[in-house]
Nanobody, 126 residues
Framework: QVQLVESGGGSVQAGGSLRLSCTAS????????LAWFRQVPGKEREYVGH??????????DYGNSFGGRFTISKDNAKNTLYLQMNGLQPDDTAMYYC?????????????????WGQGTQVTVSS
């Protein structure tokens, strides 16, 4: 059974930083994408970026969407995906989710993901 457990959210002031973690377990996919999404109440869940089986990392809009403020990495020994967020702004306030899908296609598309963590809340005050 796939388990994704996020942590690291919290409340920060504008300009601050947070590092989110997602520990993944219970999957046996040969090819996969492990991604970050975020969601504000009343809006669609938004793709933040992903890491795939071969270590490729992708962000929306070739990394321009977040002004280079967000960085994804993975510790393979711990099977943990990270999202380092710097220069946080109030618009970054959201619930952040980790998600896993089999295969390396469609990794930026929310509906292709079957496994989701419970989310971790990030709140940025001005």
């Amino acid at each position: 059974q796939v388990q994704l457990v996020e942590s690291g959210g919290g409340s920060v002031q504008a300009g601050g930083s947070l590092r989110l973690s997602c520990t993944a377990s219970g999957y046996t996919y040969r090819w996969w994408c492990l991604a970050w999404f975020r969601q504000v109440p009343g809006k669609e869940r938004e793709y933040v970026g992903h890491y795939d089986t071969e270590g490729d990392i992708r962000y929306p809009d070739y990394g321009n969407s977040f002004g280079g403020r967000f960085t994804i990495s993975k510790d393979n020994a711990k099977n943990t995906l990270y999202l380092q967020m710097n220069g946080l702004q109030p618009d970054d306030t959201a619930m952040y989710y980790c998600a896993l899908k089999e295969l390396k296609t469609g990794c930026a598309i929310r509906k292709f993901y079957d496994d989701w963590g419970q989310g971790t809340q990030v709140t940025v005050s001005s």
